[in-house]
């Protein structure tokens, strides 16, 4: 009888406080950005932002184990980037 492995909470590297936590702040500068206007650029790029984080995340914590799965989210943040750099051509 082999003893029971703990349940992977991760989701594709991600782990699983990541999002919550993201929503949460962006809940928070968002309403900051209702009380002072001026400060709503802060909470908006916060929301554009956590992607890219996740991103980031998975692409260097699942390097050694998962290669692909960081090829990928590099890959991602080169789409990003691209979307990026021809939206200011537009």
């Keep these: 009888m082999t003893p029971e492995r703990p349940r992977d909470t ?3 590297g991600l782990p699983a406080w990541l999002y919550p936590a993201g929503f949460w702040v962006a809940v928070g500068l968002l309403a900051l950005g ?5 400060l709503a650029f802060v909470g908006v ?3 554009g932002l956590v ?16 290669r692909r799965l960081s090829i990928g989210a590099l890959a991602a943040l080169g789409g990003l980037a691209a979307v990026y750099i021809v939206k200011s051509f537009i």
């Design 51 to 66: 992607p890219v984080l996740a991103a980031v995340w998975v692409a260097v914590a699942a390097w050694n184990r998962d």
């Design 45 to 47: 790029s916060w929301v």
């Design 10 to 12: 991760e989701l594709a």
């Design 34 to 38: 209702v009380l002072f206007p001026g």
